[in-house]
């Protein structure tokens, strides 16, 4: 049986980020990709435009059409846009019963537009972070959803310890905008912490790293990896894309994921 991953998550029209990015990854990492777009944007490296996340009742449909025709090892779920779609994800989760989920908790672009409605984080925590395998929000996400700063490494233990508690099964907190030091990423699964030293690369100018680590993670998931050793893969995988992608003019604004 081909192992099989499912995106639901937004669209960018320049492939940078969300399900463009995400059939990428999975393809680059030997598995089939299926998708479900959550919401639409307009956007390109520079900025967010306009954002119009899809009816809920289109996204179910969209979901239910891919199971049935695949049977999926593990999802990724990244920006969904309203309130109304995380929660009709969390009941097809629940009603399908897919073990192995990634939740990229994205609720907003990089310029800081805002890709959830307001009430969405804590929709996140109520009803998707129970079913998840893994989270893998920011240092601004995990900020957002615990209600204080997390600015260094001592705050990002604190805030893995309290996003534990919302049940999901591991924690990752990534450490990509410290301001001091290499950048770290911190996970925290089973009451154990696990530092992941990274590299700064200042010359890098991409968009959609989250994206493409967190479907690495479910690719590496599906393929029966654990949590630690599947976010060591992927963050291998993602630090190589981004060297890549400085090498390459015409893909300075996306990640290089070359098979």
């Given at each position: 049986?081909?192992i ?8 960018d ?17 030997k598995?089939w ?8 944007t307009?956007q ?13 009742s ?14 999926i ?9 309203s ?5 009709e ?18 609720l ?14 804590g ?14 929000p920011n ?17 990002m ?11 999901a ?18 996970l ?9 030293s990274?590299t700064r ?19 590496f998931?599906?393929r ?8 060591l ?14 090498k ?7 990640l290089m994921?070359?098979?």
């Amino acid at each position: 049986m081909k192992i099989t991953c499912l995106s639901i998550a937004g669209f960018d029209p320049t492939g940078g980020a969300g399900v463009v990015a995400d059939i990428l990854t999975f393809s680059r990492l030997k598995v089939w990709g299926t998708a479900a777009v959550a919401v639409i944007t307009a956007q390109n490296n520079a900025r967010v435009y306009q954002v119009k996340p899809v009816p809920a009742s289109i996204l179910r449909r969209q979901v239910e059409s891919v199971l049935e025709d695949f049977s999926i090892q593990a999802v990724k779920i990244g920006a969904l846009g309203s309130r109304a779609n995380i929660r009709e994800v969390s009941r097809l989760i629940e009603s399908v019963q897919i073990e192995k989920v990634v939740v990229d908790p994205i609720l907003r672009a990089r310029d800081g537009t805002r890709l959830m409605e307001k009430g969405g984080a804590g929709d996140y925590q109520d009803y998707l972070f129970p079913l998840a395998t893994i989270i893998t929000p920011n240092l601004v996400e995990a900020a957002e959803f615990t209600g204080f700063e997390v600015r260094n490494p001592k705050e990002m233990e604190k805030a893995a310890r309290a996003l534990s508690r919302s049940g999901a099964g591991a924690v990752l907190v990534k450490g990509g905008h410290l301001k001091r030091g290499a950048p770290r990423d911190l996970l925290f699964e089973k009451g154990e912490i696990s530092w992941i030293s990274g590299t700064r690369r200042v010359r890098a100018r991409v968009h959609g790293t989250g994206c493409l680590l967190s479907s690495a993670i479910t690719a590496f998931l599906a393929r029966g990896k654990t949590p630690l050793d599947s976010v060591l893969a992927a963050k291998a995988m993602i630090t190589r894309a981004i060297i890549d992608s400085q090498k390459y003019p015409g893909w300075r604004y996306r990640l290089m994921i070359r098979k």
